[in-house]
């Protein structure tokens, strides 16, 4: 039977040897597909390696994921794929960043079973964490490593290299001249040493320690679980909470009626009033955002003094939100007269995208007022609804249907601004541009003809494309192809 010491030894001398090997395999890989490489298909399968390989290090710790982590892992899988979707520079940057902050949520919450630890300040100070956790973890690897090389063993073997190899390296060098099996073998030393050595090594140092700090400490490091708290903010007396809410739900309801009136009677028909229908349709979009924002902080901020106790306080606040979704509803309809009337831009679905991730937080929150509640899990629902709304986006293609809407719109209108789908929208677009060709008339079929093949001739001659399989990108690929076809380089 076998010893308790011993098995534990023999379970840690186990532990080492995984984590090791998944810190070199990872950092491997990540060397030969992500070093000097165009960003695509190989950001996706390193983050889904890294991912798997750290789900396994905490089953093995803990028997068990956790919710809080595997919900990060699994959107920075989703994220980080969508990377190999779009073609959008501004797309890219947030979507490296998301999967980035993703995985520092995972390592930090290692350890927690319950998704009420996805809170704000959990996801800030994650990244901080993170890295903390990291250089931590590395430290202590370096720590062990170097107690191990002190056995008698070990320095024998690195004394033997040390002397040895530098040894044979230099007369294999100074024979190389003399004899052909020499030279040869020369040869093939600088075939196997790339140029770039020195800078591929220290990258691969880079994600080796990056990933060995983080397995380390999720497989031997002090990850505390967080502790679910109550939620945060202002206590207000009885006169104080009631008055604010009262304010807001008025506020909100006087805008509603009045912008209910305005919308119906359409000001901008009336004549004299100095108004033109953009403005009137246009106005406002910012304010209103804002003005939304406030009231969903205010009721997050002193909701912990009321929600539980005071009906007077609840009605309020069910009032003011309700008043709010309304202004919200009136400032989408705004911008969807909007883009009716002048187009579709990126920017206006932006702002619509920020609308409905207000909606949604009004009504997690009208749900606690009718639970008398607060939930630890608004955050993470608010987060998910971020975070949903991006990838949609992404996966989708915005560009191109902006483009299409936009060519449906000019059918009947006559209308189009051929220099903003042209040069504003990233090469997403591009496919369905020159799809839609056929359906635009002179001087616009032109004129966007010249726009595409402008846009492509400065980006051949700004970047060359990275053609190697881990760089693909889906509307890369297809945007080439739409090119060559405009081109008129595809045989049918």
């Not at 960043?97 to 300040?121: E, K, N």
């Not at 190389?176 to 196997?192: K, N, T």
Request: with cysteine.
């Amino acid at each position: 039977m076998a010893h308790p010491a011993s098995f534990h030894q023999s379970r840690s001398d186990a532990a080492t040897l995984a984590t090791w090997a998944f810190a070199i395999s990872l950092a491997t890989i990540g060397t030969a597909i992500l070093w000097k490489a165009g960003i695509g298909i190989n950001w996706g399968v390193w983050i889904t390696c890294v991912v798997i390989a750290f789900f396994a290090v905490l089953r093995d710790r803990h028997g068990f994921v956790g919710a809080p982590t595997m919900a990060a892992g699994a959107w920075a899988v989703v994220l980080a794929f969508g990377i190999a979707i779009t073609t959008d520079d501004a797309r890219i940057f947030v979507l490296v960043l998301s999967t980035a902050i993703m995985l520092a949520i995972a390592l930090t919450t290692a350890g927690d079973r319950s998704l009420d630890v996805l809170r704000p300040l959990v996801a800030l100070q994650a990244p901080f964490r993170a890295l903390g956790l990291v250089l931590s973890g590395v430290a202590s690897e370096a720590d062990g490593s170097a107690r191990t090389a002190r056995s008698p063993a070990v320095m024998t073997l690195v004394r033997t290299t040390v002397i040895t190899v530098p040894v044979v390296l230099i007369l294999i060098l100074l024979l190389a001249e003399a004899d052909p099996i020499f030279a040869a073998a020369r040869d093939a030393l600088r075939h196997v040493v790339p140029d770039d050595f020195i800078p591929r090594t220290i990258f691969f140092a880079l994600l080796f320690g990056i990933t060995l700090g983080a397995y380390s400490t999720a497989q031997r490091g002090p990850l505390s679980a967080h502790q679910t708290t109550r939620p945060m903010g202002v206590l207000l007396g009885a006169p104080e909470r009631r008055v604010l809410l009262l304010a807001l739900a008025s506020v909100m309801w006087l805008f509603v009626y009045g912008a209910t009136v305005s919308l119906l009677k359409n000001p901008a028909a009336v004549a004299g009033s100095g108004i033109t229908y953009a403005e009137y349709v246009h106005r406002g979009f910012a304010e209103l955002s804002v003005a939304a924002t406030i009231v969903i902080g205010a009721i997050l901020v002193t909701r912990r003094s009321w929600i539980s106790a005071d009906v007077w306080a609840r009605r309020a606040a069910a009032a003011a939100l309700v008043g709010e979704c309304g202004m919200i509803a009136i400032a989408f309809m705004r911008v969807v007269r909007y883009e009716q009337a002048y187009g579709y831009t990126t920017q206006r679905l932006y702002a619509q995208a920020y609308m409905i991730v207000l909606a949604c937080m009004s009504g997690l929150l009208l749900r606690e007022i009718v639970r008398r509640a607060p939930s630890a899990r608004l955050a993470y629902h608010s987060a998910t609804a971020v975070l949903t709304l991006l990838i949609a986006g992404v996966y989708f293609n915005t560009d191109a249907w902006i483009v299409r809407e936009n060519v449906d719109r000019y059918a009947v209108s006559g209308s189009l601004d051929t220099r903003y789908l042209a040069y504003e929208l990233s090469d997403d677009a591009t496919p369905a541009l020159v799809a839609n060709l056929p359906r635009l008339h002179e001087p616009q079929r032109s004129l966007l003809t010249g726009y595409l093949r402008e846009r492509e001739r400065l980006r051949d001659r700004d970047r060359a494309r990275d053609h190697r399989w881990y760089a693909w990108n889906y509307r890369m690929n297809r945007s080439a192809h739409a090119v060559r076809e405009l081109r008129g380089n595809v045989v049918p």
